[in-house]
């Protein structure tokens, strides 16, 4: 078990400490939020032609499990914003979610993902905002990128 819990903080330290930011993939910054009790956060995006793959990941180096609360069925959101901070796509829009409170727990050397795609209209250049719906552990992330012209 410390083995596995040394490779996992291993690989997200080489993770969140090489972010490749190349025309393909772009790596994260935390605007707000806290990354509490240890929590590490990370916002992926990997552009493919016109299709942008977005995936948040709130992974737990820890030694216990740390619990989320959420006041709805809604545990994360993406939204892209062009460059003038026009919002072209939010993925919860036309989406409905149970008005029921909630628990997930990140167990100790545990991650939690969630994935989503967005397919680009135009081509230029966007910023993404990913963003935990966790009423006690509240996290947000954005990331710029590019889609290439066809």
Known sequence: ?????????????????????????????????????????????????????????????????VRLSFGTAQRYDFVVLDESGVEVWRWSAE????????????PSGGVLEYHEAWVARTAGRYRVVARLESSDHPLELESEFEVPAR
Not at 95 to 106: L, T, Y
């Open 1 to 65: 078990m410390a083995l596995a819990r040394t490779l996992l903080c291993g690989a997200l330290i080489a993770l969140v400490s090489c972010n490749r930011t190349d025309s393909r993939e772009a790596g994260s910054v935390p605007v707000s939020g806290s990354p509490a009790a240890g929590l590490v956060p990370t916002l992926r995006v990997r552009v493919s032609r016109d299709t942008v793959a977005l995936a948040l990941t709130v992974a737990n180096p820890g030694r216990a499990g």
């Open 95 to 106: 989406r409905m979610f149970g008005q029921v409170a909630g628990e997930e727990e990140v």
